[in-house]
């Protein structure tokens, strides 16, 4: 028993440094394979010396060393000079652009032919409207079965009248003819007519030597009713409608057109119109007018063009698209339309560098034509344009704090305040772009003011709690520690800055962190 102890000891020792030789192989491999996936030699795209670290959400600051931001509670995020990439280039793996399926396309320079396909209407032509009343105090007897809407033809019968006017003055024109006093005769007949009875009917009371107490009211026009306003039993007083009619010779086309392309349409244009219900066949037609009043609710001018439907196949109500053929641009930059990303503070497009290198660019437009527009400064000829995910881009460099580059002389598209805002005596500014959110203030110190707050959608930015700059002291005046406001930020070149505190009514301010 005493010997098998010392042999016991050998082999848990020889079993001890078995594996730790094991180990030390198997880190040895380990390290050699990871060796030989990434070389040393070949780094990340996001290798390379860090030039200094920022936080996202106020970029222009910079830091020499890594930590917690000052002004809200996360990390700081490392610069690499990434083979001495400028700080307005977005790095992106190959890769990844081309599993994302970007597309690009070049500026090119050529001409823009803006044309614009309108849409239309077809009403009446209320030139063709009648108007038909009585002339005289009566009584109706009849009113023919017909409504608004129908279409009648001309001399069919609409209404019957009693006038008791024209009775006595008719009998007295047929005693002065009977007596041979044609010159009182003659009076007695202008009389009748002053009362309103119609040429034809006096006519048949002469010829047939009877009194016509009753008088059947016909269509003047073949036409569309629009209005039948009497029934049986009314009693009528001179001058009261008895119906409308709107005649369907001619009709209207009252065509939409944006006041951006106001200059665009004159009177007596000729304009390519093709209607819904005859799809293929096209027709021109000359604007008649252009009327001078601007509809406010959408922003657009009617143009009216006047067409003939003697066949009666174009129908009010009926709609249209209108072709117009706008001014053509010679020599200008253009880009695909989908190419141009609106932010409400400036537009941009993301240029394409190669090798995954993209940059946010500033540009001013000019005209397009839905599928072009003119770039009138913030490109070059030549240069490559995403046209596909440049969504995805401007997020990743908005997380990223990368600022796009300048059209013009200013400094990330935003002009210097005293050329874009206006200060009024409570330290606001106007014209310029506020974002905003319900929040409660939790600190005042030093020109600034920690903010609990909720969403701010236009930025975007979640809810948290951090520190702001205010753009002046009257800002914070007359408010406390623990007041619920509604927060208004503006950007500046050092980040964002209160712009405005306005007093909420409620404690119990939705989205803010308690």
Do not use: C
């Given at each position: 028993?005493?010997?098998?102890?010392?042999?016991?000891?050998?082999?848990?020792?020889?079993?001890?440094?078995?594996?730790?030789?094991?180990?030390?192989?198997?880190?040895?491999?380990?390290?050699?394979?990871?060796?030989?996936?990434?070389?040393?030699?070949?780094?990340?795209?996001?290798?390379?010396?860090?030039?200094?670290?920022?936080?996202?959400?106020?970029?222009?600051?910079?830091?020499?060393?890594?930590?917690?931001?000052?002004?809200?509670?996360?990390?700081?995020?490392?610069?690499?000079?990434?083979?001495?990439?400028?700080?307005?280039?977005?790095?992106?793996?190959?890769?990844?652009?081309?599993?994302?399926?970007?597309?690009?396309?070049?500026?090119?320079?050529?001409?823009?032919?803006?044309?614009?396909?309108?849409?239309?209407?077809?009403?009446?032509?209320?030139?063709?409207?009648?108007?038909?009343?009585?002339?005289?105090?009566?009584?109706?007897?009849?009113?023919?079965?017909?409504?608004?809407?129908?279409?009648?033809?001309?001399?069919?019968?609409?209404?019957?009248?009693?006038?008791?006017?024209?009775?006595?003055?008719?009998?007295?024109?047929?005693?002065l003819k009977m007596s041979a006093q044609d010159a009182l005769a003659s009076v007695a007949r202008e009389r009748l007519l002053l009362l309103g009875m119609p040429v034809a009917l006096l006519q048949e009371v002469e010829r047939g030597n009877a009194v016509q107490s009753r008088y059947i009211v016909t269509a003047p026009i073949t036409g569309m009713l629009q209005s039948v306003d009497v029934r049986p039993g009314m009693t009528l007083s001179a001058g009261q409608t008895l119906v409308i009619l709107n005649g369907l010779e001619t009709v209207w086309l009252e065509v939409a057109v944006p006041e951006s392309l106001a200059d665009s349409v004159r009177a007596e244009d000729k304009l390519v119109v093709?209607?819904?219900?005859?799809?293929?066949?096209?027709?021109?037609?000359?604007?008649?007018?252009?009327?001078?009043?601007?509809?406010?609710?959408?922003?657009?001018?009617?143009?009216?063009?006047?067409?003939?439907?003697?066949?009666?196949?174009?129908?009010?109500?009926?709609?249209?698209?209108?072709?117009?053929?706008?001014?053509?641009?010679?020599?200008?930059?253009?880009?695909?339309?989908?190419?141009?990303?609106?932010?409400?503070?400036?537009?941009?497009?993301?240029?394409?560098?190669?090798?995954?290198?993209?940059?946010?660019?500033?540009?001013?437009?000019?005209?397009?034509?839905?599928?072009?527009?003119?770039?009138?400064?913030?490109?070059?000829?030549?240069?490559?344009?995403?046209?596909?995910?440049?969504?995805?881009?401007?997020?990743?460099?908005?997380?990223?704090?990368?600022?796009?580059?300048?059209?013009?002389?200013?400094?990330?598209?935003?002009?210097?305040?005293?050329?874009?805002?206006?200060?009024?005596?409570?330290?606001?500014?106007?014209?310029?772009?506020?974002?905003?959110?319900?929040?409660?203030?939790?600190?005042?110190?030093?020109?600034?003011?920690?903010?609990?707050?909720?969403?701010?959608?236009?930025?975007?930015?979640?809810?948290?709690?951090?520190?702001?700059?205010?753009?002046?002291?009257?800002?914070?005046?007359?408010?406390?520690?623990?007041?619920?406001?509604?927060?208004?930020?503006?950007?500046?070149?050092?980040?964002?800055?209160?712009?405005?505190?306005?007093?909420?009514?409620?404690?119990?301010?939705?989205?803010?962190?308690?």
């Open positions: 028993m005493n010997n098998m102890f010392p042999k016991l000891l050998v082999i848990s020792v020889g079993a001890l440094v078995l594996t730790g030789l094991g180990i030390l192989i198997g880190l040895s491999l380990s390290s050699g394979s990871l060796d030989n996936r990434v070389p040393t030699s070949a780094p990340s795209s996001r290798a390379g010396e860090v030039l200094y670290w920022y936080d996202p959400m106020f970029p222009q600051q910079r830091f020499d060393q890594p930590g917690k931001s000052p002004f809200m509670d996360m990390e700081l995020v490392p610069r690499f000079a990434n083979g001495g990439e400028s700080s307005t280039v977005l790095s992106i793996d190959p890769g990844a652009v081309q599993n994302l399926g970007m597309r690009t396309a070049p500026v090119t320079r050529g001409r823009l032919q803006r044309n614009a396909e309108l849409s239309g209407v077809v009403v009446l032509n209320e030139r063709r409207r009648h108007l038909v009343q009585t002339r005289a105090a009566a009584f109706v007897e009849r009113v023919w079965p017909l409504a608004a809407g129908d279409l009648v033809q001309a001399g069919a019968p609409v209404v019957e009248l009693l006038v008791p006017e024209w009775v006595a003055a008719q009998h007295e024109l047929l005693a093709e209607f819904a219900a005859f799809p293929g066949r096209n027709m021109q037609a000359q604007v008649s007018e252009v009327l001078p009043t601007l509809n406010a609710a959408s922003r657009t001018l009617s143009a009216r063009l006047e067409l003939d439907n003697v066949d009666g196949k174009l129908r009010p109500g009926s709609s249209a698209r209108v072709l117009l053929a706008g001014q053509t641009e010679e020599d200008v930059l253009l880009v695909p339309t989908e190419a141009v990303l609106h932010t409400g503070r400036m537009t941009l497009v993301m240029v394409a560098e190669g090798e995954g290198h993209f940059r946010p660019q500033e540009v001013l437009t000019g005209g397009e034509n839905g599928r072009q527009t003119i770039i009138v400064d913030g490109l070059r000829e030549g240069e490559q344009v995403v046209v596909s995910g440049q969504f995805l881009l401007d997020s990743e460099a908005q997380l990223q704090g990368i600022l796009p580059s300048p059209a013009t002389g200013t400094e990330a598209g935003i002009a210097p305040e005293s050329n874009t805002a206006s200060s009024n005596s409570s330290g606001a500014t106007s014209d310029v772009v506020l974002h905003e959110a319900d929040g409660r203030i939790e600190a005042i110190a030093d020109g600034q003011v920690r903010l609990s707050h909720g969403d701010f959608p236009t930025i975007p930015m979640p809810g948290m709690t951090m520190s702001f700059t205010l753009a002046n002291e009257s800002v914070i005046a007359g408010f406390a520690v623990g007041d619920a406001v509604r927060i208004a930020l503006r950007a500046s070149d050092n980040g964002l800055v209160v712009e405005r505190l306005t007093p909420l009514q409620t404690d119990n301010t939705p989205g803010v962190t308690p």
